[in-house]
């Protein structure tokens, strides 16, 4: 995006840095790296990173916002409303697409959003590893709002172990299964808290157990990384054992699992920016607009690209099951604009904001990236191409 500094990186660029590159995370902790790494970090200017810290100021102000509550209240209606939800979760995460506005300029457009964590620990790593194998641009740093890597890692243990001494563990389905598990043990190793499976769960009146070499263990705090849509989708009697969760439990989330639901693509047809994508529901649709290549179909709660339809066809909307659980948004037209030697990339950006209880807001903390050649940004939908994948961005300093 800053062409100086694209034409510097590329110029020095070779396979053996990135190898090298890829060895750095891969060597920490081995066989647990399962996505695709692209070979190059992205720099964001000043410009871009204004507007992208003002839109997701936009959408924080409308998340703490009176309406909030009332308005996302109907996302719950077909799950399982668990007890002791918090009034707001203690981080959330934007996707912005890098795109043109009608004036060629690069301009952020919000894709999605979650009330759920996301490679919060590992982004760490994968910055140590940039770092080690390539020359970076001096005045650039992929934190924000004045973090650094200390402060970053103090507000993420604040947000995820609380301030109380709780016992907190991370709680995930088949967590060695998973494709993120290399985030997982980042934060085992940076956090000091055990990675706990669902199936291990045992419940005591109120509170909660895990065993460890033969000693059972209390849960204060749960750094929930379980998405209950996932838990539907398994037998029977791992459905039965999550039911645990259900119950009014003595234990803290983070997040709680309602905040998946509310925070997320179900709260983009509230939001109301010219950098926000029209969005509406589809049961609510008076009737299919003309115009159905300009728009895509998302299922309101899938994640990782699952479901979504780009190019609608005829009849796709009226086939749709459910169709409360779908939304039509405006297609998001993504700005090549990432050159590389195997062709230009187009590119999104995650903002990690994390509470701040002093300020009473969410700040923008760090970040993740992801560069794609395909139609979709998702690193599963990149798998042969090179130059895609997984990466961070650079801010110019403000």
């Known amino acids: 995006m800053i062409p100086t500094l694209r034409q510097n990186f590329n110029d020095a660029f070779t396979e053996e840095k990135y190898q090298n590159y890829l060895s750095s995370i891969s060597n920490s902790y081995p066989n647990a790296l399962d996505f695709k790494i692209a070979e190059t970090p992205i720099f964001i200017d000043q410009k871009f990173t204004s507007l992208l810290l003002e839109l997701g100021d936009y959408v924080n102000g409308e998340i703490l916002s009176n309406p909030f509550k009332a308005n996302t209240q109907p996302s719950l209606e077909q799950q399982a409303n668990i007890p002791n939800e918090p009034a707001f979760p203690a981080c959330i995460v934007m996707d912005f697409a890098i795109a043109n506005n009608s004036k060629d300029e690069l301009v952020p457009k919000l ?27 001096e005045n650039y740093s992929p934190f924000l709002n004045g973090y650094n890597k200390e402060k970053y890692i103090g507000h993420l243990k604040q947000i995820i172990c609380g301030s109380k001494g709780e016992h907190t563990v991370l709680l995930e389905l088949y967590p060695h299964q998973q494709k993120t598990r290399i985030d997982f043990y980042c934060t085992e190793k940076l956090l000091k808290i055990p990675i706990v499976c669902i199936t291990e769960l045992e419940q005591k009146g109120n509170q909660l157990f895990y065993t460890r070499n033969g000693i059972s263990i209390q849960i204060d705090r749960i750094y929930n990384r379980v998405i209950m849509d996932e838990l539907d989708k398994q037998p029977a009697a791992i459905q039965e054992k999550g039911k645990i969760l259900l119950n009014d439990l003595a234990i803290s989330w983070v997040t709680h699992p309602n905040h998946f639901f509310r925070i997320s693509k179900f709260l983009m047809p509230f939001l109301k920016h010219p950098l926000v994508p029209t969005t509406l529901f589809v049961h609510q649709l008076a009737a299919i607009p003309e115009n159905l290549q300009d728009y895509i179909l998302k299922p309101l709660f899938s994640f990782a690209g699952q479901g979504v339809i780009i190019d609608i066809q005829p009849g796709d909307i009226e086939k749709l099951k459910g169709s409360a659980h779908w939304i039509l948004q405006e297609k998001v037209h993504y700005a090549e604009c990432i050159e590389t030697p195997t062709g230009p990339a187009k590119a999104e950006i995650r903002l990690f904001y994390f509470w701040d209880q002093a300020k009473q807001k969410y700040i923008a903390t760090m970040n993740l990236a992801r560069l794609s050649k395909g139609k979709m940004i998702g690193v599963d939908y990149n798998k042969t191409a090179t130059w895609v994948g997984g990466s961070l961005a650079y801010f110019e300093k403000i």
Do not use: M, R, V, W
């Not at 959003?113 to 590893?129: D, N, T, V």
């Open 111 to 137: 894709i999605e959003l979650q009330g759920f964590p996301s490679l919060f620990a590992f982004e760490l790593l994968q910055e140590e590893a940039l770092s080690a194998n390539y020359e970076l641009p």
